[in-house]
């Protein structure tokens, strides 16, 4: 490209310093005024929906870990009651050939003191 000047000669701009323009850090500051309050909003509900979907899925661990330590009561309570049932109880007196004491053989607590 052809200039209308005779010579080319280079341009020291090694003192131009660029001004700083205080409108624009008005309007960046007025930008994040009404940006930062919504921005913020919206990070703390975030937080909050990530809390309650934790909070969720720990109560739905919770909860399972109860009904088997419910069902686990159950059956044990089954066992307990069949242990304790009277006719297996005497089932086993008479297989280690134990009786029923008579009433001499008894001692009431009043009789020792």
Known sequence: MKTGYAFRRPVANTYLVRERSQRRWRDLGIVLLFVAPV??????????HVRVLELGLEITTLEGRLDSRQDEERRLRREAASLASPARLEGLVGDMGLVHPRVEQVLFAEEEL
């Open 39 to 48: 921005g913020l909003s919206l990070l703390a509900y975030a937080s909050v």
